[in-house]
């Protein structure tokens, strides 16, 4: 007969990890189904502020050290693609490029989906040497740098701000006429001299040698280059709505909406770490979510066996 897990856990980032050792823990069938070596936690080449590790570690090696722990719990692996969840059958179906897998109840832990979606000439590149999808991780790393922001929202000025501790100067680029967020935000970015907003712009492509070096930006109608020794890049997760807007609700930047308890709007179905909508996307964070997400499914596994 054909397996039904417990749980099947859609993402082998800190998040899913973390939810694989909560529930493999209590005895339960658990499978991991990762598109292996495309998350941000694997992305990060120096993790500084996760407790424990007080000389840093590397995001694969803490990714490594965690996957060791859920396989220490009979955490069963797929590397596969996930390509959505057949909601309506019962057990429900997780459909991947090669195969179908029937689970009790599903955690959904893909991360942004940044590494997924289209790039821009360059980016993938010069990932790691310039380009990062995390000014609060890489800020550090650009003191006296000139640096470049792409997107637009509270969370670009907020990266932004933090960015004004270490860079040299700090060019905004919008597509939008200007930036959107909150005014006081605002307020204090266009106070701060580093900081210079580009409205109307779109990034064309990113070119260096060895490291990154300049930006090409269209503004207005006029293709410019700039000088850059960083891109931080925040264009968008709508990618992701495709996957998850039967099942649950979804916010304006296409992040899965839950409740406290990680819970989706469709029973049984879980989503925790940077694939939620929330305003800290970290390491620490993604364990908090899998920890929550991990234990409510094991309840509802529980609850719904004993029916
Ligand atoms: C460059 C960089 C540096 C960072 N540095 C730090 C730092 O120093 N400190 C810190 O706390 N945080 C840092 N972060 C943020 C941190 O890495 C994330 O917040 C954290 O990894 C989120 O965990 P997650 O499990 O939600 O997602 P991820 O770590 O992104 O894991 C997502 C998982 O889902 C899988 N997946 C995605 N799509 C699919 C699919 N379609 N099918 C199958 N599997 C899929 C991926 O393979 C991966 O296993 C950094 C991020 C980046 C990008």
Redesign the pocket.
């Known amino acids: 007969m054909e397996k039904i897990y417990d749980l099947v856990i ?7 990890l973390t939810s694989a050792v909560y529930a493999g823990r209590s005895n339960l069938s658990v499978l991991v ?18 407790p424990g590790f007080p000389v840093g570690i590397s ?1 694969k090696g803490l990714q490594l050290e965690m996957r060791k722990q859920a396989l220490k719990f009979n955490t069963e692996f797929l590397n ?3 390509l959505g969840i057949d909601i309506y059958s019962n057990p429900k179906i997780v459909k991947t490029d090669k195969i179908n897998v029937k689970a009790k109840a599903i955690i959904i ?5 940044k590494f ?1 979606g289209k790039k821009i000439s360059g980016e993938k590149e010069y990932l ?1 040497k310039g380009v ?3 000014a609060t ?2 800020g550090a790393f650009t003191r006296n740098m000139t640096v470049s922001l792409f997107g637009n929202g509270d969370e670009v000025a907020e990266e932004a701000l933090f960015l004004t501790k270490y860079s040299k100067e700090i060019l905004i680029f919008t597509k939008d006429e200007t930036l959107q967020c909150k005014k006081e935000l605002l307020d204090t970015l266009t106070a701060n001299e580093k900081v210079k907003i580009i409205g109307n712009a779109e990034l064309q492509e990113l070119k260096g040698h060895e490291y990154l070096d300049f930006a090409t930006v269209k503004v207005g109608e006029e293709i410019k280059e700039y000088t850059v020794q960083y891109a931080f890049m925040y264009l968008g997760t709508k990618n992701l709505s495709e996957l998850y807007g039967e099942m649950a609700k979804l916010d304006d930047e296409g992040y899965i909406i839950t409740d406290e308890n990680m819970k989706t709007f469709t029973e049984g179905i879980f989503a ?4 939620r909508s929330k305003r800290i ?6 364990v908090s979510d ?1 920890t929550i997400a991990g234990m409510e499914a094991i309840k509802y596994i529980l609850m719904n066996n004993k029916k």
């Open positions: 859609v993402g082998g980032g800190p998040a899913g189904i990762e598109k292996e070596n495309v998350g941000s936690l694997y992305m990060a080449h120096l993790v500084d502020n996760y995001g596969a693609t996930f832990a893909t991360g942004t989906g997924g790691g990062s999808y995390c991780c890489d925790a770490g940077d694939v996307r970290q390491v620490t964070t993604a899998g």
